[in-house]
């Protein structure tokens, strides 16, 4: 440092012994902007614990100075003490690698400087977590997911490949989910761990130390008899093949069985995988690299790759499978909770040596500004507005004042709570997780719940058994409650009210997420204005967010759901059940026959259009039922504002209609238990011959 200013300059390794105990001796030129602020870890709030890399800890960390205070970062903390003089190297060259990246699929490094025990690197927060969280809770993601994710990890190998470096620990822990811009574009990135990435190889062009994940190893990198950029796409395969079947190509029982599968075990292609697949794979699991697929080129080439358009993938303009949840900057929704359950602590380091801050000279680093960088987001976070998973009852009972009930499940109960520091007034809903995994239901509600007509999800805590959701409370109460009570009511009413709904459920169906228990009791009023515009859709505990194509018969069962409120608003009546005493049995066959009355009585005074909706809506075979954007084109919505204006006349007996109502879910979420015949009976049974064997046969 001179005069205050970062310049310039090279930094001599002292010799090393490798993995092969040869010696070698690196030299690393460091970049820095002239005249930059220096950072220091005092300018850092620390927020959370993201999980650990290869040499230290990951931090969720807030900038609390200077022109990006406010900005969210991933503080990556080294403690030198720790580092062998091998590591040291290479945390020197991942400061190095980091600077010389600029690509939107591998992160970026924003500022990198040391205390006299550790050494920091400050990178983007990418608060879509890892790869690896996704995939287990995914088990196996589809093709579409899966292609597109390796088109955007294709382009960002090739820019590495392009400046030499061999990433060799490519693998879903390291590749991150990116919330780009405010249409949450989600990209894959390279986590901040290139302490395996390798920039210095012989004159051949190969690298020969022995380091990554032995089940992503090529089996070059196992055999030790040196490697090349090849490398990286052999655990591309591996990558692809665990995104799409949930397992690993290679694994044995041990480190030592899994290294001989790679060299000589023959792959298990499994047949569901398409042959568009299968075919990347075979040419990625070559072990001989000369044979290999190798490099972006035939990537962009090959059959499976045919619908990306490569430019638009580039600049961020396709979008992606998946949508990380629009809730706060700061949610850690999508990292292992075993890491952010910790207490962030970032204790004194001590020096390794009393040279130790020599050794590392030239890694301070500031990120040089650009006309094509993304400027810094002003972020103004209210620490109490929504706070993340909590593990302690008391936090929940600290906060907020239980009163009473307001409905009660089978695995939840739902309470109104008020509170503390505002006398406000909530719903909380309680979940069992010995009864329901909620995460699913968590998931959506953050994702999603920005919606003006689904239940906004303010805060959730967890203490271990059970899980709160604490939300904004229905003071209109139930939409069929009201509408019942109504003296008045027109069919022009009705069709804004389902307007309003099938509209909602458009928006969750465009992004793949069926309700599947659109009952109305789970359709309330925020206000009791009454006005369509105060609905709210609520209790997503039965949702999914569908990730193939094969669910898309799914959505249907949505449709049914409104088929039966538009029934009951109309007539006063509910379609296939007479009332409570109806039997789960007899409610259950009228549904299966797809037969329900639409002629005299209280119909006499319906318009046809509204009976062709109801009867297109309610269409037993779900392939010919509407979807919710051919319900909003129907005329009967489409033309409201000409519908008649004159009250329905309805049956009036809300106790029954309500009665009806619960017996018709009741009887559609019950399990009935098949008949079964005697095994003999059975076809199977009677082709092969099976007899009934006597105490004496056997």
Not at 179 to 197: A, R, W, Y
Not at 324 to 338: K, L, N, V
Not at 386 to 391: E, K, S
Request: charged share 25%; proline share 5%; glycine share 6%.
């Amino acid at each position: 440092e001179v005069g205050g200013t970062l310049i310039e300059e090279d930094w001599l390794v002292p010799p090393l012994v490798c993995d092969e105990g040869s010696v070698n001796e690196i030299s690393i030129t460091h970049h820095v902007k002239e005249g930059s602020e220096r950072a220091d870890p005092r300018q850092f709030e620390l927020r959370k614990v993201l999980g650990q890399g290869s040499f230290g800890k990951v931090f969720l960390v807030k900038k609390i100075t200077g022109p990006d205070a406010g900005q969210l970062y991933a503080m990556k903390v080294l403690k030198k003490a720790t580092l062998k003089v091998r590591d040291r190297v290479r945390t020197k060259m991942e400061r190095d690698i980091l600077v010389e990246v600029n690509h939107p699929f591998i992160v970026r490094l924003h500022y990198a400087f040391q205390t006299e025990g550790k050494l920091y690197l400050i990178l983007d927060f990418l608060r879509g977590g890892d790869l690896f969280t996704r995939l287990s809770k995914e088990v196996m993601f589809t093709e579409d997911d899966v292609k597109f994710y390796l088109a955007e990890l294709a382009l960002a190998l090739d820019h590495l490949h392009g400046l030499g470096i061999i990433y060799r620990d490519l693998k879903p822990e390291n590749l991150l989910m990116y919330h780009f811009q405010l249409d949450s574009f989600c990209c894959l990135l390279f986590v901040p761990d290139f302490g395996l990435s390798k920039e210095s190889i012989d004159h051949e062009n190969k690298a020969y130390s022995f380091c990554g994940t032995v089940e992503y190893m090529a089996p070059e990198v196992v055999n030790r008899r040196g490697h090349t950029l090849s490398a990286d796409w052999w655990s591309y395969g591996v990558l692809m093949f665990e995104m799409l079947t949930g397992t690993l190509p290679f694994q044995g029982k041990d480190r030592k069985e899994t290294m001989t599968m790679i060299l000589k075990a023959k792959l298990g292609m499994p047949q569901f995988l398409s042959q568009d697949a299968q075919s990347l794979l075979r040419n990625l699991f070559k072990r001989n690299p000369g044979n290999r697929l190798d490099g972006v080129e035939e990537i962009k080439r090959h059959s499976l790759f045919s619908t990306i358009d490569w430019n638009k993938l580039f600049r961020r303009e396709l979008h992606p499978p998946f949508k990380p949840a629009s809730g706060r900057p700061d949610d850690t929704i999508y990292f292992d909770s075993e890491f952010t359950a910790k207490t962030p602590r970032d204790s004194p380091g001590c020096p390794p040596s009393a040279n130790a801050h020599q050794l590392f000279r030239g890694f301070s680093f500031v990120a040089i500004s650009d006309e094509e960088s993304q400027p810094p987001q002003n972020i103004n976070i209210n620490m109490t507005s929504i706070q993340q998973l909590h593990r302690n009852t008391a936090q929940f009972s600290d906060a907020y004042d239980v009163k009473e009930d307001i409905g009660v499940g089978s695995y939840s109960i739902c309470k109104r709570c008020v509170q503390k520091s505002n006398s406000m007034d909530y719903a909380v809903k309680i979940i069992s997780k010995a009864k329901r995994d909620p995460t699913e239901e968590v998931e959506i509600l953050r994702r999603y719940g920005q919606h003006p007509n689904i239940i906004t999800l303010k805060e959730v805590y967890d203490d271990g058994r059970s899980v709160y959701l604490v939300t904004e409370l229905m003071k209109g109460g139930e939409l069929l409650d009201k509408i019942l009570r109504q003296k008045f009511f027109s069919e022009r009413e009705a069709s804004a009210v389902l307007h309003t709904i099938t509209k909602t459920v458009e928006y969750l169906h465009a992004q793949g997420v069926v309700h599947r228990d659109l009952k109305p009791s789970n359709i309330l009023y925020v206000d009791e204005s009454g006005n369509p515009e105060s609905i709210r859709i609520c209790d997503f505990g039965f949702a999914k967010q569908l990730r193939a194509e094969n669910g898309t018969c799914m959505l249907t069962c949505d449709i049914w759901s409104l088929g039966v409120l538009l029934y009951t608003m109309l007539t006063g009546f509910t379609p296939f059940a007479n009332g409570p005493e109806d039997t789960p049995e007899e409610i259950l066959a009228r549904i299966g026959s797809g037969k329900f009355s639409l002629t005299g009585g209280y119909w006499n005074s319906v318009s046809a259009e509204a009976k062709d909706l109801v009867s297109k809506m309610l269409h037993v075979d779900p392939h010919q039922r509407l979807t919710a954007a051919q319900v909003l084109r129907h005329p009967w919505i489409l033309h409201k504002d000409q519908l008649p204006k004159y009250q329905l006349n309805r049956h009036d007996a809300p106790h029954l209609v309500k009665g009806a109502m619960a017996a018709t879910y009741s009887a559609l979420n019950m399990h009935v238990p098949p008949v079964l015949d005697p095994v003999g009976r059975s076809s199977l049974a009677q082709r092969r011959g099976v007899k009934k064997l006597t105490s004496t046969a056997l």
